[in-house]
Antibody, heavy 122, light 107 residues
Framework: QVQLQESGPGLVKPSGTLSLTCAVS?????????WSWVRQTPGRGLEWIGE???????NYNPSLKSRVTISMDKPKNEFSLNLRSVTAADTAVFYC???????????????WGQGTTVTVSS | DIQMTQSPSSLSASVGDRVTITCRAS??????LNWYQQKPGKAPKLLIY???SLQSGVPSRFSGSASGTDFTLTISSLQPEDFAAYFC?????????FGRGTKVEIK
């Protein structure tokens, strides 16, 4: 079955760029799914960051849109998150997840990575 | 954004109890509502999708229902492994949004 694994630096300096990668195994990135990033903090709870589909089409949370880029590397079967100009408020546990739907409806995050903690600090 | 108001924020219950958690959407979201369970240090796990469809492999003691913009997750007989946090999430319109969660604790 499909498994996801996040990777990337656990510490990022303020004003820098947070970069994470999600490796997809047991399945292909090229499928009728969307691939999402979600973050979690004690203060804001779970927050959907954005998603990408196999064509490279992206949707972003408007609250982060100006700072976020989600991309995919099809040969490597992985997708990535870049979050620019980070501050301490961006410290969170970041998850990648598969968004599965039926005929464009009833999407749900049915497979999740284990999560990776990213701290923004100098 | 669609706001999801989840209640209660926490509850204490005993093994065998029937537990109900509610989520209210700020506008109509049809049946585009999912429920997740999260244990400490772990990723959320999908329990219910499309308001009432049980995810494969999830015990049948979990069920979901909907009435207008109100959605309910019910655990018919709480088991020791069910003590966890539960979140609702709407997938009617992006940005997908989550409820703040309900922590189910042992009484």
């Amino acid at each position: 079955q499909v498994q996801l694994q996040e990777s990337g630096p656990g510490l990022v300096k303020p004003s820098g760029t947070l970069s994470l990668t999600c490796a997809v195994s047991g399945g292909s990135l090229i499928s009728d799914n969307w691939w999402s990033w979600v973050r979690q903090t004690p203060g804001r709870g779970l927050e959907w960051i954005g998603e990408i589909d196999q064509s490279g089409t992206t949707n972003y949370n408007p609250s982060l849109k100006s700072r976020v880029t989600i991309s995919m590397d099809k040969p490597k079967n992985e997708f990535s998150l870049n979050l620019r100009s980070v501050t301490a408020a961006d410290t969170a546990v970041f998850y990648c997840a598969r968004s599965l739907g039926v005929s464009g409806y009833y999407y749900r995050l049915d497979v999740w990575g284990q999560g990776t903690t990213v701290t923004v600090s100098s | 954004d669609i706001q999801m108001t989840q209640s209660p924020s926490s509850l204490s219950a005993s093994v065998g109890d029937r537990v109900t958690i509610t989520c209210r959407a700020s506008q109509s979201i049809s049946s585009s509502l999912n429920w997740y369970q999260q244990k400490p240090g772990k990723a959320p796990k999908l329990l219910i999708y499309a308001a009432s469809s049980l995810q494969s492999g999830v015990p049948s003691r979990f069920s979901g229902s909907a009435s207008g913009t109100d959605f309910t997750l019910t655990i018919s007989s709480l088991q020791p492994e069910d003590f966890a946090a539960y979140f609702c999430q709407q997938s009617y319109d992006t940005p997908w949004t989550f409820g703040r969660g309900t922590k189910v604790e042992i009484k």
